[in-house]
């Protein structure tokens, strides 16, 4: 069963903010949410992730609603260069090996960013 | 930081040889590393799992005989594809998960992957 949702595909302009939705109402307390894309003919490049508190790097903001069940992955100012497949990813965090702290790949959103 | 290398980036074969791939976690230790495919316009699947110094963890439906994994120091991974043939032409995908030390994190970084062709 898929422990998230998320769009099919997505476009953005250049430059404007990226705001990739996901949903994952069946979430666990101790999951947390990851986010990580692939660009074409790539390995998948780990993002950010979050338990319940939004979280900011240099790549990307991650909200998360008070309920947990759903997220908002934002890329503030898009580029040619983020056009990539992101997955949205709910797991245990921690070192000890469980299926729950598998990371599962869905099917993601294809994020075209165009000129 | 945390920066996974595959090697090769591609390669091609001819149908009943073995291929090696090696997968390293260049800039800290991974005790459990993991091996993913991927074929074309499909999502990523988790063949199997790995930890330093133990017996690889095989997803169901993954041949342990035909993907053997070998995980034999805190930087290293090999999967070797046993007597490959056309149908295992794939995208092979490595992740290697921190372990402490620096980066305080479990997070998986991923490779670069490595494209076999099996004619």
């Known amino acids: 069963d898929a422990k998230t949702t998320q769009p099919t595909s997505m476009d953005c302009a250049e430059g404007r903010a990226a705001n990739l939705p996901c949903n994952h109402s069946?979430?666990?307390?101790?999951?947390?949410v990851y986010w990580y894309r692939q660009i074409h003919s790539q390995g998948p490049q780990y993002i950010i992730h979050?338990?319940?508190n939004n979280e900011t790097n240099e790549m990307a903001s991650l909200i998360i609603t008070e309920d947990r069940k759903s997220s908002t992955l934002i890329l503030p100012h898009a580029t040619l260069r983020d056009t990539a497949v992101y997955y949205c990813i709910v797991r245990v965090a921690g070192w000890r090996e469980t299926s729950g702290s598998r990371l599962t790949f869905g099917e993601g959103t294809q994020l075209t960013v165009n000129p | 930081g945390a920066v996974v290398s595959q090697h090769p980036s591609w390669v091609i074969c001819k149908s009943g040889t073995s291929v090696k791939i090696e997968c390293r976690s260049l800039?800290?230790?991974?005790?459990?590393m993991f091996w993913y495919r991927q074929f074309p316009k499909q999502s990523l699947m988790l063949m199997a799992t790995?930890?330093?110094?133990?017996?690889?963890?095989?997803e169901q439906g993954v041949e342990k005989d035909k993907f053997l994994i070998n995980h034999a120091s805190l930087t290293l991974s090999t999967l070797t594809v046993t007597s490959a043939h056309p149908e295992d032409s794939s995208f092979y995908i490595c992740?290697?998960?921190?372990?402490?030390?620096?980066?305080?994190?479990?997070?998986?970084?991923f490779g670069p992957g490595t494209r076999l062709t099996v004619l």
């Open positions: 979050g338990l319940k």
């Open positions: 790995s930890n330093e110094g133990s017996k690889a963890t095989y």
């Open positions: 992740s290697a998960r921190t372990s402490g030390g620096i980066i305080v994190t479990d997070t998986q970084y």
């Open positions: 069946t979430i666990s307390g101790n999951e947390y």
């Open positions: 800039d800290f230790q991974a005790t459990t």
